[in-house]
């Protein structure tokens, strides 16, 4: 039987041969991680590598003289520095660089796709401000001179004269500089230049202004030949100009506080595509003028300190639409859904609503969601009936009777809680044929 177990023994190892010589390793390429650099202007020598008695490249630095700040470690040169060129510098595409909390003079250029945080990176400073603590201060400019970067959680103070484009500016967008976020910082000016300014024709589109306090400049914003702008819960005060823009295409400026501004809050040229709505305007120049040369601006649904048609008429000039004010002033909790020319305006922290349908006729109250959070309520004047339901995290589903008509309409929520953009939802009316005619009660 010797010969059968060898056989055995032969088949098992030509089966192990042949598996082995399927099995094979693929060499993968190179994948970079990407990584986070820290700029401290205050760095505590924790580890004194060649014992020098000063920090130099390879010491081990934390931050325990920033008193209150979260413990961080790094060696010093390779993702530790004292300044932010000098971990720009170092950084390649897709890296952080997170500036910690300290007082950084000079200019700052930021030349790769990078995410730049300054300590209040998750704090707005704009509308429905949070609480700041202390904040990482550039007394300087910041040039954007790459695409996809994020500027965030700063203080940036005075600015600079810049050579190119030969302005005192806050943030400089250079041409091809596209995809940029700037978000959550406090941009002051010493009342010349501009807190913001992309280049003229310079390809800066697809710009997200987001969450800032901008104030103390000949202008705040200076949007130039851009396409695809989004400027939203900012607050925008105290400039000559709060927002400037000439040859802007699908401009939206929604959810700011903008005030005090002595010319005009928002002054636009040749520009196409402009929404102008649920901001606050008061104490400004002009809250807008338009100049010509583009589109209608479209500002409704904002709130303007009254709803007098005549006293807004007075604060805008130029082709703007100003209809369908807001009776109480725009916050965080500020919700608006929309859909075939209806607009339903409610705070969900108020209970406040206003309701514009269609036809001009608008009711205002108070409602109460549910803890499901969902709204059930009911108006009515001696022509209309208006029943509106649904989650106010989603869409409403609004019955409108008119005598024997009833038609039912699908308002979409524009997300204008916490967002920083949105369309209205344009959804044409159902018509029903059903005559049913509860009793309902306004419900304030």
Not at 130 to 157: C, M, P, Q, W, Y
Not at 415 to 420: N, P, T
Request: charged share 20%; glycine share 12%.
């Amino acid at each position: 039987m010797s010969w059968l177990r060898n056989r055995s023994v032969d088949a098992k190892a030509s089966l192990f041969q042949r598996r082995r010589a399927r099995l094979s390793v693929d060499v993968l390429e190179a994948r970079a991680v990407p990584a986070t650099m820290l700029v401290n202007d205050n760095w505590f020598l924790a580890r004194d590598a060649d014992h020098n008695g000063a920090i130099s490249a390879g010491d081990t630095v934390d931050n325990r003289n920033d008193r209150g700040a979260v413990r961080v470690r790094a060696t010093f040169g390779t993702n530790a520095f004292s300044y932010i060129n000098a971990a720009v510098d170092a950084s390649t595409d897709g890296d952080t660089v997170k500036v910690l909390q300290g007082a950084y003079v000079g200019n700052v250029t930021i030349d790769k796709s990078l995410t730049v945080l300054g300590a209040n990176a998750n704090v707005s400073a704009g509308l429905g401000a949070g609480r700041r603590g202390a904040e990482s201060i550039i007394n300087g400019a910041v040039t954007i001179d790459a695409s996809d970067v994020t500027l965030k959680g700063f203080k940036i103070i005075n600015g600079a004269h810049l050579d190119n484009p030969n302005e005192t500016l806050g943030v400089w967008l250079d041409a091809g500089a596209t995809g940029v976020t700037i978000s959550n910082n406090v941009i002051t000016g010493a009342g010349v230049g501009r807190g913001i300014l992309s280049t003229f024709n310079g390809g800066n589109d697809d710009l997200t202004i987001q969450g800032n306090n901008i104030s103390g400049w000949t202008t705040g914003i200076y949007n130039q030949g851009n396409t695809g702008v989004v400027v939203a819960f900012n607050k925008i005060h105290d400039n000559t100009v709060g927002i400037g823009n000439d040859s802007v295409t699908d401009l939206v400026v929604r959810n700011n506080a903008i005030f005090n501004n002595d010319v005009e809050g928002i002054g636009l040229s040749g520009s196409n595509e402009v929404t102008v709505r649920l901001n606050n305007f008061s104490g400004n120049g002009l809250a807008i003028h338009n100049y010509g040369g583009g589109d209608t601006v479209d500002a409704s649904l904002n709130y303007w300190g009254t709803t007098n048609a005549d006293a807004i008429a007075a604060m805008v000039a130029g082709d703007v639409t100003t209809s369908n004010p807001l009776s109480a002033p725009v916050t965080l909790t500020t919700h608006v859904f929309s859909g075939s020319d209806i607009s339903f305006v409610f705070d969900t922290a108020t209970g406040a609503f206003t309701l514009f349908l269609a036809d001009g006729t608008m009711f205002s109250g108070r409602a109460h969601l549910n803890r499901h959070g969902r709204l059930d309520l009911h108006v009515h004047n001696r022509d209309v009936r208006v029943d509106i339901k649904g989650s106010i995290r989603g869409t409403l589903t609004l019955d409108l009777r008119q005598g024997h008509t009833r038609q039912r309409f699908t308002l979409q929520d524009e997300a204008g809680s916490g967002s920083s953009s949105g369309t209205p939802g344009h959804h044409g009316g159902e018509h029903h044929d059903d005559d049913h005619d509860d009793d309902h009660d306004d419900r304030d």
